[in-house]
């Protein structure tokens, strides 16, 4: 396990020697709780750095898929435009949704 920059010499200390120092203040159920703690805390900054790598990625996919839909949508476009099935599909589709006139 490594020291965070948030640490403070005294925690990473604990956390990379698993001893505690001689403080007279502190009992060793605190101190122990307290490393339990630091490596909670790590754990969950690495979870969060993951999660974090995680969806920069799933941005990146996001972006590249939209980038895909669009070529193709603009290739089905053309392809229904250069045949003449679609194009009387469409001119009739046009007559029905223009207003009567009266």
């Known amino acids: 396990m ?30 122990e709780e307290k490393a339990r703690l ?23 996919e996001n972006l590249k898929l939209k980038s895909e839909n669009q070529v193709l ?3 089905i476009e053309n392809l229904m435009s250069a045949s003449s099935v679609f194009q009387s599909t469409a001119s009739q589709s046009k007559k029905k949704l223009a207003p009567k006139k009266k």
């Open 2 to 31: 490594s020291c965070s920059e948030t640490m403070t010499k005294s925690d990473c200390s604990i956390l990379t020697t698993g001893s505690i120092s001689l403080d007279p203040d502190i009992t060793p159920e605190d101190a």
């Open 38 to 60: 630091i490596s909670q805390v790590m754990e969950l900054q690495n979870t969060l750095d993951d999660l974090s790598q995680r969806v920069d990625s799933v941005k990146e």
């Open 73 to 75: 949508g603009q290739y």
